[in-house]
């Protein structure tokens, strides 16, 4: 079956970190970019990293340059996003989606991050 | 606040047809190309509408998508209850440092 799986998500301290995780099967996995986008509560869609195929080229959305890496390991089929000095304004579900000349045809069910204290 | 504006809400009745608009400018959906979304109450997006009216293998053709100028459209015919949902267009913009941008949502209730 073609799915993302998303997983990692929790309550973290302000300051802190967390390691998301995609888990992808059924589909050629290093044929595509692969992004994670965020939703807060209530709130629209937001973009916020992706990564080539190959893993040579990686962008992230200013608000978390510095902090957020994103990474994919071909050889398990898997996509992360570390996430290190989170802020309350990080508190969102992350959805993994495959991407194709910028559209995203799948998307994983999401992994709600919390950034409290 | 999105660069693409979407109206917040839109209604109708089942059966009926029902447009969402999308509006950006020049260097966003004036040179590229619009998908859209649709989020049913507690799930993840789902692609409608790629390369502004293409649809997935899976959607029905009750959904369609059209581009004009710098703005976008969403029609859906034959109204369900299982339509209730917020829908997203989505394009970039050559002016920002942005994979893609999306619009603000629009949420669709069926009377």
């Known amino acids: 079956e073609v799915q993302l799986v998303e997983s990692g998500g929790g309550l973290v301290q302000p300051g802190g970190s967390l390691r998301l995780s995609c888990a992808a099967s059924?589909?050629?996995?290093?044929?595509?970019?692969m992004s994670w986008v965020r939703q807060a509560p209530g709130k629209g869609l937001e973009w916020v990293a992706n990564i080539k195929g190959d893993g040579s080229a990686r962008y992230y959305v200013d608000s978390v340059k510095g902090r957020f890496t994103i990474s994919r390991d071909n050889a398990e089929n898997s996509l992360c996003l570390q996430m290190n000095s989170l802020r309350a304004e990080d508190t969102a579900a992350y959805y993994c989606?495959?991407?194709?000349?910028?559209?995203?045809?799948?998307w994983g069910r999401g992994t709600l991050v919390t950034v409290s204290s | 606040q999105s660069v693409l504006t979407q109206p917040p809400s839109v209604s109708a009745a089942p059966g009926q047809k029902v447009t969402i608009s999308c509006s950006g400018s020049?260097?966003?959906?004036?040179?590229?190309?619009v998908s859209w979304y649709q989020q049913l109450p507690g799930a993840a997006p789902k692609l409608l509408i790629y390369d502004n009216d293409k649809r997935p293998s899976g959607i029905p053709d009750r959904f369609s998508g059209a581009k004009s100028g710098t703005s976008a459209t969403l029609g859906i015919t034959g109204l369900q209850t299982g339509d209730e949902a917020d829908y997203y267009c989505a394009t970039w913009d050559s002016s920002l440092p942005i994979e893609v941008i999306f619009g603000g949502g629009t949420k669709l209730t069926v009377l």
């Open positions: 989606a495959r991407g194709i000349n910028r559209y995203y045809d799948l």
């Open positions: 059924g589909f050629t996995f290093t044929n595509y970019w």
């Open positions: 020049s260097s966003n959906i004036g040179k590229n190309s």
